[in-house]
């Protein structure tokens, strides 16, 4: 099982920028794919961006091209680097990570970002 332990968040204006980190650790490291899900008060959670082993990033339509999902591997840690934030941005955010061959899923706890000025 890995754990996931995600640090970034916080409040900031509309327009600025935030860069979330999700750090993993545990006995079995062989991870397929990183992301990033967010959850707004009264909404479903919700894909924002993702890289798997081969990378491949997917994003959701309203953060593309303000969003980027980044990995470093050596230090198991997946970056989410946010620009240009919204209000509708405003959301915990989720780290989440898939396993190889199971493909079981872990999340982190969450880390709260919100925009507003």
């Known amino acids: 099982q890995v754990q996931l332990v995600e640090s970034g968040g916080g409040l900031v204006q509309p327009g600025e920028s935030l860069r979330l980190s999700c750090a993993a650790s545990?006995?079995?490291?062989?991870?397929?794919?990183m992301g990033w899900y967010r959850q707004a008060p009264g909404k479903q959670r919700e894909l924002v961006a993702a890289?798997?082993?081969?990378?491949?990033?997917d994003y959701a339509d309203s953060v593309n091209g303000r969003f980027t999902i980044s990995r470093d591997n050596a230090l198991n840690t997946v970056y989410l680097q946010m620009n240009n934030l919204k209000p509708e941005d405003t959301a915990v955010y989720y780290c989440?990570?898939?396993?190889?061959?199971?493909?079981?899923?872990?999340w982190g706890q969450g880390t709260q970002v919100t925009v507003s000025s």
């Open positions: 890289l798997n082993t081969y990378g491949i990033t």
């Open positions: 545990g006995s079995n490291l062989n991870i397929y794919a």
């Open positions: 989440n990570a898939v396993m190889v061959q199971t493909f079981l899923s872990s």
